[in-house]
């Protein structure tokens, strides 16, 4: 869809509805500028009991401020962590996972939950669903043809909004089973790497 809507202010109470089957994850940002605290901080206060990961190639430095309930994963060990530290899924663990982009705001979090009834509305070979990050956002569907034999990767335009690949400012919602049958779910630059190894499955 073009716009998420109609957006409607949400009470705290409402949220909790839904909230237990989301985690919001966020591995697209910079070590050494970012807006991680700021934005999870949001997140946090739109929807108390939110689930957040933050995934990094090793510990950021300098260190992000994250909220208590935030978790941050590092795909690096150091010598005394334990290897279920290091994996992801050991602690998105949901129904269903939001990858966000850095400074993303979620300003009316009943967006969240209209956001999966409408995934869960959609036929059996819609796999995810893309939604941009305000009303202004202007998202681009284009086919993406990779061969992995030949290590050719092709994009082409198309009139479908069922599309391979999404050019923009968006937010990707899709099932947690389905995120981790990927080879390497988290790797950057997303969401690049994300469409090239979904438009194999």
């Known amino acids: 869809p073009e716009n998420v809507h109609p957006r409607h202010k949400l009470n705290k109470k409402s949220a909790y509805l839904w909230s237990e089957h989301v985690t919001f994850v966020f591995r697209e940002y910079e070590d050494f500028e970012n807006r991680m605290a700021t934005t999870t901080k949001n997140i946090v206060e739109a929807v108390p009991d939110a689930q957040i990961a933050v995934i990094s190639d090793?510990?950021?430095?300098?260190?992000?401020?994250?909220?208590?309930?935030?978790?941050?994963?590092?795909l690096q060990l150091q010598p005394d962590d334990s290897v279920k530290m290091s994996r992801p899924e050991n602690v998105i663990t949901s129904k269903y996972t939001i990858l966000l982009p850095d400074a993303v705001v979620l300003k009316y979090p009943n967006d969240v939950h209209k956001m999966i009834e409408f995934h869960e509305s959609q036929p059996d070979e819609v796999k995810m669903t893309v939604w941009p990050i305000d009303t202004h956002s202007h998202l681009h569907c284009v086919g993406l043809n990779f061969k992995l034999k030949q290590w050719t990767l092709q994009y082409f335009p198309t009139q479908s909004k069922l599309?391979?690949?999404?050019?923009?400012?968006?937010?990707?919602?899709?099932?947690?089973?389905?995120?981790?049958?990927?080879?390497?779910?988290?790797?950057?630059?997303?969401?690049?790497?994300f469409?090239?190894?979904?438009?194999?499955?």
Request: charged share 20%.
């Open 195 to 201: 469409f090239i190894q979904t438009s194999l499955r």
């Open 58 to 74: 090793s510990l950021p430095y300098p260190p992000i401020d994250l909220p208590p309930t935030a978790k941050l994963i590092s």
């Open 163 to 193: 599309c391979d690949m999404i050019f923009g400012q968006f937010v990707i919602l899709l099932r947690t089973d389905d995120l981790f049958s990927l080879s390497e779910p988290f790797q950057r630059p997303i969401p690049e790497a």
